[in-house]
T-cell receptor, first 114, second 115 residues
């Protein structure tokens, strides 16, 4: 079974530039999550999708971050414009159910904002 | 507000020694509790989870954890550590009442294993 795929693996940009991350969840998984993991901290949920609808985006900085999952499969997370404090690993996860069941995480995209 | 505290940022143990990683949570209702492991450059892998029932849960790779409601703790243990266990370990609480699958993670404990 293929795991959660994320790309790119690494990204370096300058502040005020824009960047996009892509995630393809495990086939058949209806729930998709984007987490932000700042160095030295645990992951923090940014947004959760159930199929193509948003379940929770309460911690998403909506002035600069956006995410979509148009067809209920893969998803894109965008930052525009980026700030220095956005430097982090962005993890995508998926699960088959909406409840607190087993999450499968991708390897993440490491973003450095200079 | 819900929170998870892992008091030890960094732990070093000798290979073959026993291990205990501490986790305390703050949550008003019945929590779902998880331990994840993250190796360098890898995603998070679920070690074990507690939803209800027996308070001692067994996980993969020889790990176990014990839920103690009176102490609001969910400590991870392993009787004999292997060099391959060196990684970062995260405790997380799931919000059982919300049924959203949202997890709140602790800040992590980095485990170093000495030969």
């Amino acid at each position: 079974e293929a795991g959660v795929a994320q790309s790119p693996r690494y990204k370096i940009i300058e502040k005020r530039q824009s960047v996009a991350f892509w995630c393809n969840p495990i086939s058949g998984h209806a729930t998709l999550y984007w987490y932000q993991q700042i160095l030295g901290q645990g992951p923090k949920l940014l947004i959760q999708f159930q199929n193509n609808g948003v379940v929770d985006d309460s911690q998403l900085p909506k002035d600069r971050f956006s995410a979509e999952r148009l067809k209920g499969v893969d998803s894109t997370l965008k930052i525009q414009p980026a700030k220095l404090e956005d430097s982090a690993v962005y993890l995508c996860a998926s699960s088959s159910g909406q409840g607190a069941v087993k999450l499968f995480f991708g390897s993440g995209t490491q973003l450095s904002v200079l | 507000a819900q929170s998870v505290t892992q008091p030890d940022i960094h732990i070093t143990v000798s290979e073959g020694a026993s291990l205990e990683l501490r986790c305390n949570y703050s949550y008003g209702a019945t929590p779902y509790l998880f331990w994840y492991v993250q190796s360098p450059g890898q995603g998070l892998q679920l070690l074990l989870k507690y939803f209800s029932g027996d308070t001692l849960v067994q996980g993969i790779k020889g790990f176990e954890a014990e839920f103690k409601r009176s102490q609001s703790s969910f400590n991870l243990r392993k009787p004999s550590v292997h060099w391959s266990d060196a990684a970062e370990y995260f405790c997380a609480v799931g919000l059982a009442s919300s049924n959203t699958g949202k997890l709140i993670f602790g800040q992590g404990t980095t485990l170093q294993v000495k030969p």
